[in-house]
Nanobody
């Protein structure tokens, strides 16, 4: 079993940066692909970014490409989401999730965290 805990959210201004962390328990985390997702008020959950288990391959939603960077430190069982040039449309509850190949290719992840709130104020 893998448990995921997100942190690093908060209230920031347009143009600011934040780094989210997803800390995992469970020795199998290092073999799992990990994604970040978000749900804005009144909207469906959407894919943000994903990183494969080695950290070599990544993929991003078009809306965050060039502004967000996903990375992982398997020695620390942690995945990060560096978010730069934040805008009001980035306001959402951000979740991390982990799983096998389908988590990377189809956002079908087996383990989900509770989320951390990011609010970007203009």
């Amino acid at each position: 079993q893998v448990q995921l805990v997100e942190s690093g959210g908060g209230l920031v201004q347009v143009g600011d940066s934040l780094r989210l962390s997803c800390a995992a328990s469970g020795r199998t985390f290092r073999s799992l692909n990990v994604g970040w997702f978000r749900r804005a008020p009144g909207k469906e959950r959407e894919f943000v970014a994903v990183i494969n288990w080695t950290g070599v391959s990544t993929n991003y939603a078009d809306s965050v490409k060039g502004r967000f960077t996903i990375s992982r430190d398997n020695a620390e069982n942690t995945v990060y989401l560096q978010m730069n040039s934040l805008n009001a449309e980035d306001t959402a509850l951000y979740y991390c999730a982990a799983g096998s190949g389908k988590c990377y290719t189809r956002s079908e992840c087996d383990y989900w965290g509770q989320g951390t709130q990011v609010t970007v104020s203009s």
